[in-house]
């Protein structure tokens, strides 16, 4: 029993530390379109490190079809993107 306690209490504590290694930080950029129909923006950001890109303009595809009600062509966002189903996908904006 004193073992199964050392294992989950490891186990706890791994995912702890691996779970806040894998929340991701928020990029600056700037919306340059919104393409409802597609479900697309075109976001020109700042680098993007967890995907290894630098900064430049680029599609997106967005995770949530409401995220293209909260923005608008010109604003400016913070936002996080990973890659889902092999597709650079916007994951969160604020």
Do not use: W
Not at 18 to 23: D, K, R, V
Not at 51 to 66: C, K, R, S
Not at 70 to 86: C, H, L, M, Y
């Amino acid at each position: 029993m004193a073992l199964l306690v050392k294992v989950l209490s490891t186990l706890a504590l791994v995912l702890a530390i691996g779970g806040s290694a894998l929340a991701q930080e928020y990029v600056k950029g700037e919306v340059i379109k919104v393409d409802a129909k597609k479900k697309k923006l075109t976001i020109k950001h700042e680098p993007l490190t967890n995907l290894d890109m630098p900064a430049m303009t680029m599609v997106f595809v967005v995770a949530e079809d409401g995220m293209l009600k909260k923005v608008k062509s010109g604003q400016a966002i913070e936002f996080t993107a990973d890659r889902v189903n092999g597709r650079i996908t916007v994951t969160g904006i604020k």
